[in-house]
């Protein structure tokens, strides 16, 4: 069984840019979450899809904003990059409310320079 | 809002021996679920270990325990028998297990587990 597959694995953007992260879950899974990692604030929380409708979303700038597509696969978005923006970025995927834990990709590494 | 805390930025081992990582939260709630969570360089979380705050036994996984003591807002883990491969970032995350409630992960900071031949 595939896991959580996540592309790209590095990309490196220059201020102002915009990205596009993707994920594709476990195939089953309707529930997408994502997460930004950084050295200095850790793991954060930055929104959650079900059944293509996003349920909780973190304390992030409208920057940052993402969707889900009817196969589950999901997306997120940064525009108007910055400095700040660079980390991890995990997605994760789970078969409910995620009561059993999650399933981690390996993470997109966004560098903006 | 809910807080994990992990007192412990970095902990040693030697092989074979046995390591206990320390992990505290902060909540209100009285049903949620406890997760520890191993990230190796190859930056993929695996979930190590899951407790849920209604049972009272400790979860355990081959050589991973965890000691839950709700009351004391407590969830340490403890790695018997330790491996190489347990090198690693260790996370303990908290999630709600409330209706209407919070579905994200909160996390500790972490602790970096080294573990010495």
């Known amino acids: 069984k595939a896991g959580v597959t996540q592309t790209p694995r590095y990309l490196i953007k220059t201020r102002g840019q915009q990205v596009t992260l993707s994920c594709s879950p476990i195939s089953g899974h309707r529930s997408v979450s994502w997460y930004q990692q950084t050295p200095g604030q850790g793991l954060q929380f930055l929104f959650e899809y079900f059944s293509e409708t996003q349920r909780n979303k973190g304390n992030f700038p409208g920057r940052f904003s993402g969707r889900q597509f009817s196969n589950s696969r999901s997306e997120m978005n940064v525009s108007t990059l910055e400095l700040g923006d660079s980390a991890l970025y995990l997605c994760?995927?789970?078969?409910?409310?995620?009561?059993?834990?999650?399933?981690f990709g390996s993470g997109t590494r966004l560098t903006v320079v | 809002a809910q807080t994990v805390t992990q007192s412990q930025p970095e902990m040693s081992v030697q092989e074979a021996e046995t390591v206990t990582l320390s992990c505290t939260y902060d909540t209100s709630e009285s049903d949620y679920y406890l997760f520890w969570y191993k990230q190796p360089p190859s930056r993929q979380m695996i979930l190590v270990i899951r407790q849920e705050a209604y049972k009272q036994q400790n979860a355990t996984e081959n050589r991973f325990s965890v000691n839950f003591q709700k009351a004391a807002k407590s969830f340490s883990l403890k790695i018997s028998d330790s491996q190489l491969g347990d090198a690693a970032m260790y996370f303990c995350a908290y999630r709600s297990a409330n209706q209407g409630g919070s579905e994200k992960l909160v996390f500790g900071k972490g602790t970096k587990l080294t573990v010495n031949p």
């Open positions: 994760a995927s789970s078969t409910d409310r995620g009561s059993y834990g999650y399933t």
